[in-house]
C-alpha cells in the first residue's frame, strides 16, 4: 500500500516532466504549423 | 499492565522491528511496502502521573540540554503549558479538569508520526520522509530553512534553531529512528516510563491493544482513539479516561490527510503548463490577424467584399 | 544623447559616460547630495549593520519569529506584497504584445523594469528569511520536493525573473548599444512574454495554495479553497494599480525625461488602467463573497476579525472599485491615480491578514515584527528605490531610444516565434 505523499512524488515527478516536454515541442508545432509552404 | 503482557509486547516489538530492518536501507522501491509494518506508540493518558522521565530520557538520548532527573520532580513546570522547542523534544502538561475533587492528567505531546505527514507533504527539498517502519525524519543536509513545515504541522511540533546564525535546523521527536534501527531497541521514552504508559509496536497491533482495553473496562476509558483517523491517522496514537478537547488535543483536525488539502491546486499545475501556450498563442494571433487586416484594410482603402474562405 | 563617448574614445570614457551620465564625476558627485538621498544614506546606515548582525547573529537575534510563528514580516510582506504588486510586468505585457493594446506600449518598459527589479528584491528578503540561504538553489539543483506547492514558488520565481530578465534586456542592450544583441533578444519577446504569463499565473496562485496546508491556524473567513485565485486576480489588480502609481511617481521625478509626452495622452492611458482595474476589483468582490458562501461562514461576519474582513473587502476592494468607475466616467485621471494608492494598501492589507494576522488567530501569545525586521525590510525598498532611479536616470525606460526605432507590430516584427515569415 503506497501513501498518498509517495504515489503524488511519483504522479508531480511525471506531470512536471512531461509539461516541460510540451512546452517544447508546443514551440516546435506552432513554428511547424506557420511555416508556408 | 501484567509482567507477562509487557514482556509479549517488548518481544513482539523487537521482533517485529527486527524483521524489517534488515532491510529499511535498502531499496526503497521494493514492493512489500505496508502500513501494516509501520510502528507506533500508544499513551494511555489513565496511566501517566506526570513523573516526566520521558523528558529526561528523551533529552538524554537526543543529546539535548540535561539536568539531573531530580529536577524533573518539580511541579511548577506545570502551571503553564508548554509545546515542543528546539531543546525539548517532548513535553508533558498538566490538565486539571473543570469538576472539584477530579484527578489531574498529564499528557505528553510530541511527534505524531503521521500516516500522511504535513511536513513530508510541504517540503520543497523533500527533506522529510516517512521511512518504511513508520517514523517521520528530517535530513538536515537539504533542509533550506524556509520554515514551510512549521506552518504545515497541524500538531504545531517541529522547532527551529532559530539561534544558530550557520547552521539553524529543524528539531522535532524522531521515535528515536536511529536507536530502533540500529539497535532494535525501544524508543527511550517508552523504555523508562515507570508505569508503562507507553507502548511500543506495530501501529496495527496498538490499535487492537487501545480495543482491548476499552472494551475490557468501557468506563475508565473515552471511546476514541486519538490518531486512529485525525488527518489521516498518526502512528502516535493516545487513549484517555476524559473527553480529549479538556485535554488540550485539537479536536476539529478532521480526518483528511495534508496531501489532499493540496491536491486539487497540484493537479491544475500541468494544465495550466500546456493549456496557457495555445490560449496565450491564440490571442497573438488574434491580434496579429487583426492588425495585418487593419494595415492591409488602409493600403487598399476599398470597400470590403464578401469572399469566400 | 549627441555626442556622448564612442568605444572607440577609450573604455575609460565610455564607462564614466555610462555611470555619471555624460556629467563630469564632480558634478555627479555634487548632484547626489538631494534630501531623498541623505534619507536613503541614513536608512543604509541602519540597515547595513542589521543585516551584519542577521548573517553573523541569526535569526532569534534579529527577529520575533517563534516555534508558534515561523513566518513574519519578511515573508509577509517583503515575499507576499513584493510578489503581488510586481505583477505590472505580466499584465502589461500581455495587453500590449499579446492582446494587442499598442497604446499602453510607453508602460511597458516601467512596467516591466518593476517587475524585474521587485521580484529581485523579493528573492533578497527571502535570502534574510530563509535559515540558510546559500542553499537557495537546492529545490533547483539537489533535492526535489515535488509535492510541495512551496517547490512550484521556487522555480517559477527563479525562471520568472530570468523572463523579466530577458524582456528587460532590450533596454539594457540599448544602453550598452550592443545592436546584434538587441536584435535577437527582440525576438524572443513574444516567447518571453506568454512564458512569463504562464509562470506568473502559477506562482501567483501558488503563493495563496501555499496557505491551504494550514486550515487549522487560518481565519475561516480567509481560509478557502479558492485562495489561489483570489491571489491570482488581485495580483493583477495589484499590478495594474502599481503601474499608475509608479508612472505617478515617474512624472514627477523624472519629469524631464518625460517633457515631451503629452499629458493629455498618458491621462486617458491611466483611465484605461483605471477601468480595467474597476471590473477586475469588483468581480474579485464577488469571488470574495462566493468563498464565505462556499465555507458558510456567515455567522462569522460579526466578531472582530470579521469586521476586519469586511473592512477589507468593502474599504479596499468595492470602494476602489467604485471610485474608479467614477473616475473613469469622469475622465478623471487624479482620481485613478488616488484610488491606486488605496487598492495598493488594500492588496497589503490582504496578504499580511492572510500571513500574519489572521494567522493563529486563535492564539494568545501573538507575533509582531522586531524593530530590525522593520529596519531590513525599509532597507530593501530603499535599495529597490535606488537601483530603479539609477536605471531609469540611464537606461531607455521612459522614453524611446532615438537609435531603435520601435516599429508597430507588424507580422513578426516584434519577434516571437514566427519572426521569419516577414
Known amino acids: 500500500m503506497q501513501t498518498l505523499h509517495e504515489s503524488m512524488m511519483q504522479t508531480k515527478t511525471v506531470e512536471y516532466v512531461m509539461a516541460v516536454i510540451f512546452l517544447v515541442t508546443f514551440i516546435l508545432f506552432w513554428r511547424f504549423v506557420g511555416r508556408k509552404r | 499492565m501484567s509482567a507477562n503482557r509487557r514482556d509479549f509486547l517488548k518481544l513482539m516489538g523487537a521482533v517485529g522491528v527486527g524483521n524489517l530492518l534488515g532491510t529499511e536501507s535498502a531499496d526503497a522501491s521494493a514492493p512489500e511496502r505496508s502500513s501494516d509494518d509501520w510502528l507506533g506508540m500508544l499513551t494511555d493518558l489513565t496511566l501517566c502521573i506526570g513523573c516526566r522521565k520521558c523528558e529526561w530520557a528523551c533529552n538524554d538520548v537526543n543529546g539535548l ?53 504535513a511536513c513530508a507533504s ?18 538536515e543536509n537539504v533542509c533550506i530553512g524556509c520554515r ?11 522547532a527551529y534553531t532559530y539561534d544558530k546564525a550557520f547552521a539553524p535546523v529543524v528539531r522535532k521527536c524522531t521515535m528515536c529512528f536511529d536507536k530502533v534501527a540500529e539497535r532494535h531497541e525501544v524508543p527511550a521514552c517508552a523504555k523508562i516510563c515507570p508505569v508503562e504508559a507507553i507502548t511500543f509496536g506495530k501501529r496495527r497491533d496498538l490499535l487492537a491493544l487501545a480495543r482491548e482495553r476499552m ?11 486519538y490518531g486512529e483517523h485525525e488527518v489521516g491517522g498518526t502512528c502516535w496514537m493516545y487513549i484517555a479516561g476524559r473527553p480529549f478537547e479538556q485535554l488540550g488535543f485539537r479536536t476539529t483536525l478532521g480526518t483528511t490527510p495534508a496531501p489532499d488539502l493540496t491536491s486539487t491546486f497540484l493537479s491544475a499545475v500541468p494544465l495550466v503548463l500546456t493549456l496557457w501556450p495555445a490560449l496565450l498563442m491564440g490571442a497573438y494571433a488574434f491580434t496579429r490577424h487583426r492588425d495585418e487586416l487593419a494595415q492591409t484594410g488602409e493600403a487598399e482603402n476599398a470597400p470590403t467584399t464578401r469572399e469566400e474562405g | 544623447m549627441a555626442g556622448h563617448p564612442t568605444r572607440a574614445m577609450g573604455w575609460r ?21 538631494t534630501p531623498f538621498n541623505v534619507v536613503a544614506a541614513m536608512i543604509l546606515c541602519v540597515g547595513l549593520p542589521v543585516t551584519f548582525i542577521r548573517f553573523t547573529r541569526g535569526l532569534a537575534a534579529t527577529t520575533n519569529l517563534s516555534n508558534d510563528y515561523p513566518w513574519g514580516l519578511w515573508i509577509g510582506f517583503d515575499v507576499l506584497c513584493g510578489v503581488a504588486l510586481a505583477a505590472g510586468g505580466f499584465v502589461l505585457g500581455s495587453a500590449v504584445y499579446l492582446f494587442g493594446l499598442r497604446d499602453y506600449h510607453c508602460l511597458v518598459r516601467p512596467a516591466i523594469l518593476t517587475g524585474f527589479l521587485g521580484y529581485f528584491f523579493v528573492v533578497v528578503g527571502l535570502c534574510y528569511d530563509l ?15 515535488v509535492t510541495s506547492v512551496m517547490f512550484l514558488v521556487g522555480w517559477h520565481v527563479a525562471l520568472y525573473l530570468t523572463v523579466q530578465f530577458l524582456e528587460f534586456c532590450p533596454a539594457l542592450f540599448e544602453w550598452l548599444d550592443l545592436r546584434k544583441l538587441r536584435k535577437w533578444v527582440g525576438r524572443l519577446t513574444i516567447g518571453a512574454t506568454v512564458f512569463g504569463v504562464i509562470l506568473s499565473t502559477l506562482h501567483q496562485s501558488a503563493l495563496g495554495a501555499l496557505f491551504l496546508l494550514a486550515p487549522h491556524k487560518m481565519h475561516p473567513l480567509w481560509y478557502s479553497p479558492f485562495i489561489p485565485l483570489f491571489f491570482f486576480v488581485s495580483a493583477v489588480i495589484a499590478g495594474l494599480a502599481m503601474v499608475v502609481f509608479e508612472s505617478m511617481l515617474s512624472h514627477r521625478v523624472f519629469h524631464h525625461q518625460l517633457a515631451g509626452r503629452s499629458p493629455v495622452r498618458t491621462d486617458r492611458l491611466v483611465i484605461g488602467l483605471g477601468k480595467a482595474a474597476s471590473v477586475l476589483l469588483f468581480t474579485y468582490f464577488c469571488l470574495k463573497w462566493m468563498g464565505v458562501a462556499h ?10 476579525y470579521g469586521y476586519v474582513f469586511l473592512l477589507e473587502v468593502f474599504g479596499f476592494v468595492l470602494a476602489p472599485a467604485l471610485l474608479y468607475a467614477v473616475a473613469v466616467r469622469r475622465q478623471s485621471a487624479a482620481l485613478v491615480r488616488f484610488t491606486s494608492v488605496l487598492v495598493i494598501l488594500g492588496i497589503i492589507f490582504n496578504r499580511l491578514n492572510v500571513s500574519l494576522i489572521t494567522f493563529q488567530w486563535d492564539h494568545e501569545a501573538r507575533y509582531f515584527p522586531h524593530w530590525m525586521e522593520f529596519a531590513v525590510t525599509i532597507t530593501i525598498v530603499t535599495v529597490g528605490l535606488l537601483t530603479f532611479r539609477w536605471i531609469v536616470n540611464r537606461m531607455p525606460v521612459l522614453y524611446d531610444h532615438p537609435d531603435y526605432v520601435v516599429t508597430p507590430v507588424a507580422p513578426g516584427g516584434d519577434g516571437g516565434p514566427n519572426a521569419d515569415t516577414t
Open chain 2, 65 to 117: 540540554p540535561n539536568r539531573p532527573l531530580e529536577v524533573f520532580d518539580d511541579q511548577s513546570v506545570f502551571e503553564r503549558q508548554r509545546r515542543t522547542d528546539a531543546e525539548h523534544f517532548t513535553v508533558v502538561n498538566r490538565h486539571i479538569p473543570g469538576e472539584p475533587g477530579a484527578k489531574p492528567v498529564y499528557v505528553k505531546v510530541q511527534c505524531m508520526h503521521c500516516n500522511e505527514p
Open chain 2, 122 to 139: 510541504a517540503c520543497l527539498v523533500a527533506a522529510f520522509r516517512k521511512t518504511r517502519t513508520g517514523q517521520v525524519v528530517y535530513n
Open chain 2, 148 to 158: 514551510y513545515c512549521m506552518v504545515a504541522c497541524p500538531f504545531s511540533i517541529p
Open chain 2, 215 to 225: 472494551q475490557h473496562e468501557s468506563a475508565r476509558y473515552v471511546n476514541h482513539i
Open chain 3, 13 to 33: 570614457a565610455w564607462l564614466a559616460d555610462k555611470l555619471f551620465m555624460g556629467k563630469p564625476f564632480s558634478e555627479y558627485a555634487r548632484g547626489l547630495v
Open chain 3, 131 to 145: 535559515g540558510r540561504p546559500w542553499r537557495l538553489p537546492y529545490p533547483m539543483l539537489v533535492s526535489y520536493g
Open chain 3, 295 to 304: 465555507g458558510q461562514h456567515w455567522d462569522l461576519l460579526n466578531t472582530p
